[in-house]
C-alpha cells in the first residue's frame, strides 16, 4: 500500500561537488562542535558536516551548524572600513590606513584632554583567542585604559565570580563526558535543547545506556523540562533560597559528605549557621516550590554515588546571579561532588569562545587569568610583553554594564565596540541610544555594516568572520579547538588581530612592543606565559595541528603531555591561600523588579534554537530566519482569555522603561503571571527589561522585570514589525 501523494518524486540529494572540505570548530554555540565546510572546484563554502570522531559531537550538528556555510556570502557584510564626523551624517567609503589614523588621533587626543580611561573598549566571546590575546595586549599594554570590558559581563560575569569565590579561580571543572557517569543531575535555568543541542544529545546518549534522574529547574516549561523527571517551576529569581533548601536538608539528614567538608572546605560552620534559616516549609513560601518536593530532591541528590549540576543564564542573569553559583558549588561541595566523574558543578557558557575571552582577553586582569592586584603577575606580564609594570592599573576599572552609565556621567567620552552589538543586546535600550550619542567618538568593528549599533558609530571597521582566518576557540569543556582558514574575507575586510596590531602601530608604545602576525605565533606567545608551577590554564603541551589531530583538546595539557585533561580539582587541592574550597553563607534579599497592580506580568526572555542572538547572522539564513521571522512572545492561554487577547493578535507591552510590540502566541509553556520573548529581536524586548545588576558581577538581571499589556490597532502594528524586519 502506497501512502500520501501518488506520484512521489524519491527524495535525491543535490551533489554539491565538494572538492575539499576543511576542519574548524562552530561559530555559534559554546558546546564546541567540530565542523567540516565543503568547498566546491571555486573554493565557495557549499556544505557544512560534523566532524566524525570528534569528542565533543561525533559527526553530529544542530540546525545552525548544518547551514554554517551559508554565511559566506550573507548580506549586510562591511567590504571597506567607513568614516564620518558626526553621527547622524552619511557615511564615506575610506582605506584602511585612513580609518586607523582617524581612530588612533581620536583616541589619543581624548585620553590627553580627559585622561587614559576616558576611552572605553567592549569587546566580545566571539574573537578567535588569538585575537582576544592581541587585543588585551594592546589595550593593557599601549591604550592604557583600564575600562575595558566583554559583552561577557551580560553572559557569563557571574558563573566567573562565582567560580571565583567558591574554588578561588575561574574554570569549569567538569566536562561532557561526567554525563556518562553522573547518577543525578540537577539543570537551573537552561534550556539545553534549544540552546546547546548538542550537549544535550550527548546527556540523551548518555540517559539510553543507563537512567538516571534528570531535575529542571525554570519558571518555564521548556523542552528541557517536558524532558525532565521532575520540574521545578520555580519563582523568578528565588534560585538562592531553593539551594539554601537543599542544603539545609541535607546537613539536617546527616546527608552531607563530612570527610570532604573536613579536608577541603572553608567556612562550614558559618554556612551551615545560614543554611539552618531556609527550613523546607519557609523556603517554598518564597521559592514556590512545595517543602516535600525540596526534601525530596536534596534527598536524590545527597544519596546519589555521584551527582552533578549544570546552569546557564536562568542563574547568572539575576540580581543574586554569584550568589546562585555559589550556592551550586556550595551543594556540590558538601556532597563531594567536585572533581570526580560524574560529580561537578559545570557552567554550561554560552558563545562560541565565551571562555576564550575569560582565559585570555585580559579584560578582567592580565592574559592567563593573572591578575592586576598580584605583584607577580604584573612583574611577569610586564616582562614578557617589554612594557613598565607601573603602566597597568592598580586593579580592574569598570564593567560593560558601568561604561554605559560613566557615558552618560561624561567620565568616558570614546567607545570602541568589538564584536558586539549593545544597542540590541543591552539591557533599557532607551538609554543606551542615549548614551551612543553623547560620545565624542565610537569606532564599531564588526562583520556586519549592518548590526544596528553601527548607526552611532564615528568609524566603522569591516571585521573578517568565522572561517575567515585561523585560530582557536575553547568550550564550555575547556576544550580549546581550531578553526581553519577556508575563505577570503570579503573585500577589504581583516581579521580582528590584523586591526589590532596595525592599530598598536600607530602609537609609540605600540612600536616599542612585538605584535606577532600569524596566529600560530600568536598561540606560540600564549603556550609559553601559560607554561608554569601549579597553573591550571596551562596549554603549553598544544599546538593547531595537534589541535586539529585530536580534534580539540582540554587545559590542561601541559608541555610533554600526550593529551588534555577533562577535569580540575580531582585532588581536592583549590587555587586559594589555604588550598581548601570556601562553603559561603549567603542570605537572600528579596531586590528585584516584581510584577504589581500597574505592571501585572513577569517579563521573562532567551532564546530560540534557530536564531542565534541579535540575528546578524542566523536572520540573513533563510532554513533558519523562516522559523521566527517576527517579535512574538509567549503568553498563558488562561491569562490571554483574561485580557481579551487573542493567538497571533498584536499587542503592545510597557514597562517603566518603554514599549514594545509583538506577536502574541499562547502557550501552556508560561505560567499564568509570566510572559516570555526571545531576546533576538531589536526594538523588542530590550526596550523593556531594566537589567537591575548583580553586586558582584555586574550582570544585568534580563530575565526579571515587569510589564503589563495594551491592545494596539492591529494594522499600525503590522506595519511597524514590517518595518523592523527590513534587513
Ligand atoms: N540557538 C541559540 N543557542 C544559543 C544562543 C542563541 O542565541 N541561540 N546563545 C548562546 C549564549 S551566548 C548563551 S548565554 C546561552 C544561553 O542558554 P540558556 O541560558 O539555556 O538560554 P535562555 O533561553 O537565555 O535561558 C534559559 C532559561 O532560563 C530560565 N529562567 C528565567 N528566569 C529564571 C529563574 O529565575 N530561575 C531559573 N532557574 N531559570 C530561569 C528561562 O525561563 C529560560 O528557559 O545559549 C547559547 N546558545
Ligand atoms: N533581554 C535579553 N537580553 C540579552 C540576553 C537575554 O537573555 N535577554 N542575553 C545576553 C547574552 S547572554 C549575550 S551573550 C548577549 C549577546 O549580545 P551581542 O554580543 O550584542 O550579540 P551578537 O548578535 O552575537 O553580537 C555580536 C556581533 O559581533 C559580530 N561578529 C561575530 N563574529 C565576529 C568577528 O569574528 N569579528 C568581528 N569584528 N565581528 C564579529 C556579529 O556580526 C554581531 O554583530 O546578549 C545579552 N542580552
Ligand atoms: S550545538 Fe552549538 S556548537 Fe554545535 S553545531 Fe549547534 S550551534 Fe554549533
Ligand atoms: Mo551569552
Not at 501523494?5 to 535525491?12: A, S
Not at 580582528?496 to 592599530?503: C, K, N, T, Y
Not at 497571533?648 to 505560567?671: C, E, F, H, I, N
Amino acid at each position: 500500500m502506497i501512502f500520501g501523494r501518488k506520484k512521489r518524486k524519491p527524495i535525491t540529494i543535490v551533489d554539491k561537488k565538494v572538492v575539499d572540505w576543511k576542519y574548524a570548530v562552530c561559530g555559534y554555540c559554546s558546546t564546541g562542535c567540530s565542523i567540516e565546510v565543503g568547498l566546491n572546484s571555486e573554493g565557495k563554502p557549499v556544505a557544512s558536516r560534523g566532524k566524525g570522531n570528534a569528542p565533543v559531537n561525533q559527526g553530529k550538528l544542530c540546525i545552525k551548524g548544518i547551514f554554517e556555510h551559508e554565511l559566506s556570502g550573507t548580506a549586510g557584510r562591511g567590504t571597506e572600513p567607513l568614516v564620518r564626523n558626526k553621527i547622524y551624517d552619511s557615511f564615506q567609503p575610506a582605506s584602511w590606513d585612513v580609518a586607523l589614523d582617524k581612530t588612533a588621533a581620536e583616541f589619543m587626543r581624548i585620553q590627553e584632554k580627559y585622561g587614559r580611561d576616558s576611552v572605553a573598549v567592549v569587546s566580545t566571546g566571539q574573537l578567535l583567542t588569538e585575537e582576544f590575546y592581541t587585543l588585551g595586549k594592546l589595550v593593557r599594554g599601549v591604550l592604557g585604559t583600564n575600562n575595558y570590558d566583554g559583552n561577557t559581563t551580560l553572559c557569563m560575569a557571574s558563573a566567573v565570580s562565582g567560580y571565583k569565590r567558591s574554588f578561588g579561580a575561574d574554570g569549569p571543572p567538569g566536562c561532557y563526558d561526567d554525563f556518562e557517569s553522573t547518577h543525578c543531575l540537577l539543570a537551573f535555568g537552561s534550556n539545553l535543547p534549544e540552546q546547546h543541542p548538542i550537549i544535550y544529545w550527548r546527556l540523551k546518549e548518555a540517559l539510553e545506556k543507563r537512567k538516571f534522574p534528570l531535575i529542571v529547574i525554570d519558571p518555564r516549561v521548556t523542552m528541557f523540562a517536558q524532558f525532565a523527571d521532575i520540574h521545578l517551576p520555580i519563582t523568578p529569581g528565588t534560585d538562592l533560597v531553593l539551594l539554601n533548601a537543599f542544603a539545609h536538608v541535607i546537613l539536617a539528614e546527616g546527608l552531607q559528605d563530612e570527610s570532604y567538608i573536613a579536608a577541603h572546605c572553608n567556612g562550614f560552620d558559618e554556612f551551615k549557621a545560614t543554611v539552618a534559616k531556609y527550613d523546607p516549609v519557609t523556603a517554598s513560601r518564597i521559592c514556590g516550590i512545595d517543602a516535600d518536593m525540596i526534601k525530596n530532591v536534596a534527598r536524590i541528590y545527597a544519596k546519589a554515588p555521584s551527582a552533578m549540576s549544570i546552569w546557564t543564564m536562568g542563574i547568572n542573569q539575576s540580581t543574586h546571579g554569584t550568589d546562585g553559583v555559589c550556592g551550586i558549588n556550595n551543594l556540590n561541595l558538601i556532597t563531594g561532588n567536585i572533581g570526580i566523574p560524574g560529580g561537578t558543578s559545570l557552567s554550561i557558557t554560552g558563545q562560541c569562545n565565551a571562555m576564550g575571552t575569560r582565559e585570555w582577553s585580559s579584560c578582567s586582569g592580565l592574559p592567563g587569568y593573572r591578575m592586576l592586584e598580584k605583584q607577580e603577575h604584573r612583574d611577569e606580564v610586564a616582562k614578557f610583553w617589554g612594557v613598565d609594570e607601573a603602566f597597568f592599573p592598580a586593579k580592574r576599572g569598570l564593567q560593560q554594564t558601568d561604561i554605559f552609565p560613566a557615558i552618560e556621567s561624561g567620565e568616558i567620552k570614546a567607545l570602541w565596540i568589538v564584536a558586539t552589538n549593545p544597542l540590541t543586546s543591552m539591557p533599557n535600550q532607551p538609554r543606551i541610544k542615549k548614551a551612543l550619542e553623547k560620545l565624542e567618538f565610537m569606532v564599531v568593528q564588526d562583520g556586519y555594516k549592518d548590526c544596528e549599533t553601527v548607526n552611532f558609530a564615528h568609524v566603522y571597521l569591516p571585521g573578517a568572520l568565522w572561517g575567515e582566518k585561523e585560530g582557536v576557540q575553547t568550550n564550555t569543556e575547556r576544550r580549546v579547538n581550531l578553526v581553519r582558514k577556508f575563505v577570503e574575507p570579503p573585500g577589504q575586510a581583516k581579521p580582528d588581530h590584523w586591526v589590532f596590531s596595525e592599530l598598536a602601530k600607530r602609537f609609540e608604545r605600540g612600536r616599542a612592543m612585538s605584535f606577532p602576525e600569524t596566529s600560530s605565533d600568536i598561540f606560540d606567545e600564549m603556550k609559553s606565559l601559560s607554561k608554569g608551577d601549579k597553573r591550571n590554564l596551562d596549554i603549553s603541551g598544544m599546538s593547531h595541528d595537534l589541535i586539529e589531530a585530536q580534534r580539540g583538546i582540554q587545559w590542561p595539557m601541559r608541555e610533554g603531555e600526550e593529551t588534555g585533561n577533562p577535569r580540575l580539582y580531582s585532588d581536592g587541592v583549590y587555587p586559594t591561600p589555604n588550598g581548601k574550597a570556601n562553603l559561603l553563607a549567603m542570605d537572600y534579599i528579596e531586590d528585584n523588579e516584581v510584577p504589581n497592580k500597574s505592571y501585572p506580568f513577569w517579563l521573562n526572555s532567551g532564546r530560540v534554537v534557530e536564531h542565534f542572538h541579535t540575528r546578524t547572522k542566523t536572520g540573513k539564513i533563510g532554513n533558519l530566519n523562516k522559523f521566527s521571522p517576527t517579535p512574538y512572545m509567549e503568553m498563558n492561554p488562561d491569562s490571554a482569555r483574561e485580557q481579551g487577547v487573542k493567538h497571533q493578535s498584536y499587542v503592545r507591552l510597557v514597562s517603566k522603561r518603554g514599549d514594545a510590540v509583538v506577536m502574541v502566541q499562547l502557550t501552556q509553556r508560561v505560567p499564568h503571571n509570566m510572559v516570555f520573548i526571545p531576546m533576538h529581536y531589536h526594538d523588542c524586548v530590550n526596550r523593556l527589561s531594566l537589567g537591575l545588576l548583580d553586586p558582584y558581577s555586574r550582570q544585568p538581571a534580563f530575565k526579571q522585570c515587569a510589564v503589563r499589556i495594551e491592545q494596539i490597532d492591529q494594522q499600525e502594528a503590522a506595519r511597524l514589525n514590517v518595518e523592523r524586519r527590513a534587513f
